[in-house]
Structures are given as C-alpha cells and as structure tokens.
C-alpha cells in the first residue's frame, strides 16, 4: 500500500467516517467494544487469545476396575513371554539351555550318589520309588546298577521293605502258575528271586 503525504492509507473496515484511521499501537474507539492498544506482539493481534479460548481439556479415560487390572497385567506378561521365546528362537539362546532330566536319570543319579557316598547326598522318597517300582526292568535299570540297587536295598526299613517283599513274592507265584512257559523275560525271572533271597 502506497502512503499520501498526510500518512497511511486506512485499512479497508478499519476506518469509519468521522473516525481517525487506525495505526500501529493506536486505541480503538470505546465505541468499537475495545479500549486497549494493539499491536503486532499483542496476543490479540496474533491470534493467541483467540486459540487458547477454543481450547478444550483432554477427555478422562474411565478408571479400570481391579478386575479389568488383573486382566491387563495377565495380557501383559503373556506378551512379554512370548516375545521372550522369540528372541531365545532368533538368538539361538534355545538350543543352549540345558535339557530337563528325566525321572529316571534323576533316579539312577540318586542311587549312584548313595553308593559313591556323596557328601550332597541325602534321601528322596521319590526317587527311592522310582527304582523300586522299576527295579526288574533292565532298560530301565541297567544290569551295571542291578548289584548297587541290591545292596542299596539291604537297608530298607518297615513299610517300604513289606512292600518290595509281597511284590516279588506275588511276582513269582505268577512265575510258578504258568507252568514252564516264562511269563516274563529271563533277566526279570532272575531279578525276582535275587529280590526275595536278598530280603526274605
């Protein structure tokens, strides 16, 4: 916009007849409803006033219930689980772990630890179960172990020991009532007989 030797030209809706022409840092007539100056800092002529009055508060998420909590935490961790196998799978972590032993390697390791007289040995009821329930199968319980398992035998006391006799002597009446024909593997015939020898 071009100026005039008597000063800017108004701006067009600025000016009304009979009004001085508005200026930078000049006051609005009282009869426009505006009584302050205005300049171009001002949070009225930038705008600002107008933005921070359209302004609305962010909506309040509804509070969980602890039912709803306990949901949330279970999903949680069973993300953080799987994402966990991923990464085992991916890094090759897996196949480094060490492999869950098996009840009877965990047996057959207890029995070796009480014949070696292992100082961190001590007695387990499973695994002395285990051995007396698999005791005449000899891909179970090797020949190599059969005579460490007798002699471990030697010291079974009260319950236990009636237990393993009236097995092995109702084995053996199987035995006798099949007239000749072995029902059972010869090694197993032999474990038998040792058993009751040993603990009748």
């Known amino acids: 916009m071009g ?3 008597g000063g800017p030209t108004p701006l067009p809706g600025l000016h009304r007849p009979g009004s001085p022409a508005w200026r930078p ?3 609005f007539p ?3 409803g505006h009584g302050a100056p205005c300049s171009p800092a001002s949070a009225f002529c930038t705008g600002e006033a107008v933005l921070g009055a359209r302004q609305e508060p962010a909506p309040q998420l509804p509070a969980l219930t602890p039912e709803e909590k306990r949901v949330l935490e279970r999903k949680l961790k069973k993300e953080r689980r799987k994402e966990e196998r991923k990464w085992l799978r991916e890094s090759g972590a897996a196949q480094s772990l060490p492999a869950k ?3 009877a390697q965990l047996a057959l390791d207890y029995l070796c630890g009480w014949a070696e007289k292992h100082e961190n040995w001590r007695f387990q009821k499973t695994r002395q179960t285990w051995l007396l329930m698999h005791m005449y199968d000899s ?4 020949d190599a172990l059969f005579s460490t398992l007798l002699a471990y035998l030697e010291g079974l006391r009260g319950r236990a020991r009636e237990l393993t006799v009236q097995k092995a002597e109702a084995l053996m009446q199987e035995v006798d009532k099949a007239s000749g024909a072995e029902p059972f593997p010869l090694g ?3 474990r038998i007989r040792r058993v009751l020898q040993l603990l009748s």
Do not use: F
């Not at 891909?139 to 090797?142: C, G, H, R, S």
């Open 3 to 5: 100026s005039g030797a």
């Open 25 to 27: 840092g000049s006051t």
């Open 30 to 32: 009282t009869s426009w």
């Open 101 to 103: 032993r098996s009840g």
């Open 139 to 142: 891909d179970q319980v090797p």
């Open 188 to 190: 197993k015939t032999q």
